[in-house]
């Protein structure tokens, strides 16, 4: 989440340059790959501005190839494949045995909104968006890298010369959009045969934190690290905290169980209780249990949890099953922390862990792929130009 406000940011920067802009964006992968479908890198020319397409080998190839391959103006879909050895796949930081195809175009924001100009926007209003993207079509029927766009308000933006393969795909994108999920796809309208990258990109996890205690702020500093949206509320006034946690993204200066009015409280909702003030948590952790928040995480021993939830229920408060399964009392996962930066560490990956659907375990005791492959998965089906397909044990020693 991070990474794609950083090539956004970059982008903003350089787009009224005299350079050439060429985004790199992964769209489609098969087998183990470093990265997976969405990961982007910004770049002039010369050189790499901002995100990244692999574990950082790829980057260099890419980088030295990307001015030619698109002098034309044309998009170009470049296919890395490493799954012939395994010895050059971790070479090319790609993973074992696994192949990555790449979009590689360049921007030109003065022809209209490019595709981080949506994103971008997307962003920074805080709403999903999803694209899809054309890779490969039959009989250059459409254009590759031709795109439909859309967003949570119903905002559009098209690329595709096809009216009717246009309405397909924006069809594509509401359903992915309702789901959570994108994928590669094949679509058939009338005599065009494309296959499309689907991708749903998220806004960024809106985290609130109650508290201003010393433990706060490395919390506030890991948690912009893989770039949520924080917000902070304390008892001081909000200049004071935008002071103490510049990286925050909101401050409220107010009694935490004050501050709930004040607050969107949504169902994607992440809220940690830090104030070290019983009576305070005890008020804010009643208001928290009604909203539609979907985790709650408690500072403390378990048994200052089950204290909390007793003294409710002696005020007349009847939590339910589903509203108790979303209090994490103690937050965080059990490494054995000790000290703010590591407890730190503990609560985000607790709250990864979550966001992902995972129970923390160690990733060695896991038998299933560290990477669950897309809901709408299939394997290449129309030709691709051989001269765009680069053996991984070549690539970093090959020439233009």
Partial sequence: ?????????????????????????????????????????????????????????????????????????????????????????????????????????????????????????????????????????QGECERVGARVMRDALGRTACTVGDAALARVLDGDLQEALASGHGGYQRREVGACVVEVALEVVRPPVPLVVFGTGVDVHPVVELAKNVGWHVTVVGTRPSGNLRTRFPRADAWVGSRADRALGELTLDDRTLALLMTHNYPEDEAVLAGLLTSPVRYIGVLGPKRRTERLLTSLREQGARPTAEQLGRVYGPMGLDIGAEGGDEIAVSIIAELQAFLSGRDGGALRSRSAPIHLEPERFMPRTLPFAEENVVQATCALGSEP
């Fill in 1 to 137: 989440m991070r990474e794609l406000g950083e090539v956004v940011t970059a982008y903003r920067a350089a787009r009224s340059g005299a350079q050439p802009l060429i985004l790199a964006t992964l769209v489609r992968v098969e087998g183990s790959t470093y990265r997976r479908p969405g990961a982007r890198m910004l770049m002039t020319g010369e050189r790499q501005l901002a995100g990244g397409i692999s574990g950082g080998c790829l980057e260099s190839d890419v980088l030295r190839k990307a001015l030619w391959r698109t002098e034309r103006g044309e998009a170009v879909v470049i296919q890395y494949d490493s799954r012939a050895d395994d010895e050059f796949a971790f070479t090319m930081g790609l993973g074992c045995n696994g192949l990555v195809e790449l979009l590689l175009e360049r921007l030109d924001p003065a022809a209209g909104p490019t595709v981080l100009d949506f994103l971008g926007q997307a962003q920074d209003e805080r709403v999903a968006a999803a694209v899809a993207t054309v890779v490969v079509a």
